[in-house]
């Protein structure tokens, strides 16, 4: 199975701060790589695919990057609804996995 | 719009046996391919299992391999999850999504993803 590390796995930060969460998969995965956003007691929510691709309707605040094993998430100005937790999830073959999470507070 | 509403979840003694289904609509569901996620209490998300737009082909996780069925009703619109030999450990929160892109082996992306139903094992 196909390992993803998350990291850091808590992050805290203020309204307007650029932030960066990484994910590392255990061996290649090409760009099959999806970005969720969860609050709690929510279902989680698509942002990026491909690894790259903006969902639609999501905004531009978010982006994605990488290939291969390393990949990131970016916010580049926090806003007070993007506190929560952010999953990472490879889709190159199964099981579809996911990284154990990065929680994201309000600092 | 794309709806995906889970029911079915409760509360169960080990060993015993349970049905979750997932109701969809405002898509054309017999070309999609479908999901099952899990979350245990105030943990992570962990992938269960996948059934082609055909139903050709389903795959699982290997915790419930053997134990879990994934089905779907093109007529009803349904994604079904039969779960046997329930065990405390398979104790969560448990979310359908639909699966957009990709070839079913690889690619693609989970959205959206229905509120979840809850599935409590426990003696």
């Known amino acids: 199975d196909i390992q993803l590390t998350q990291s850091p796995s808590f992050l805290s930060a203020s309204v307007g701060d650029r932030v960066t969460i990484t994910c590392r998969a255990s061996?290649?995965?090409?760009?099959?790589l999806a970005w969720y956003l969860q609050k709690p007691g929510k279902a989680p929510k698509l942002l990026i695919y491909?690894?790259?691709t903006l969902q639609s309707g999501v905004p531009s605040r978010f982006s994605g990057s990488g290939s291969g094993t390393e990949f990131t998430l970016t916010i580049s100005s926090l806003q007070p609804e993007d506190f929560a937790t952010y999953y990472c999830q490879q889709l190159n073959s199964y099981p579809y996995t996911f990284g154990q999470g990065t929680k994201l507070e309000i600092k | 719009q794309v709806q995906l509403v889970e029911s079915g979840g409760g509360v169960v003694q080990p060993g015993t046996s349970l049905r979750l289904s997932c109701a969809t609509s405002?898509?054309?569901?017999?070309?999609?391919?479908m999901h099952w996620v899990r979350q245990a209490p105030g943990k992570g998300l962990e992938w269960v299992a996948v059934?082609?737009?055909?139903?050709?082909?389903?795959v699982y996780g290997d915790s419930v391999k053997g134990r879990f069925t994934i089905s779907r009703d093109d007529f009803r619109n349904t994604v079904d999850l039969q779960m046997n030999s329930l065990r405390a450990e398979d104790t969560a929160t448990y979310y359908c999504?639909?699966?957009?892109?990709?070839?079913?082996?690889?690619?693609?992306?989970?959205?959206?993803w229905g509120q979840g139903t809850l599935v409590t094992v426990s003696s």
């Open positions: 491909d690894a790259s």
């Open positions: 405002g898509f054309t569901f017999r070309s999609y391919g």
């Open positions: 059934i082609w737009f055909d139903g050709s082909n389903k």
């Open positions: 999504a639909r699966v957009v892109g990709g070839n079913g082996w690889s690619g693609g992306r989970l959205d959206p």
């Open positions: 061996q290649g995965i090409s760009s099959y």
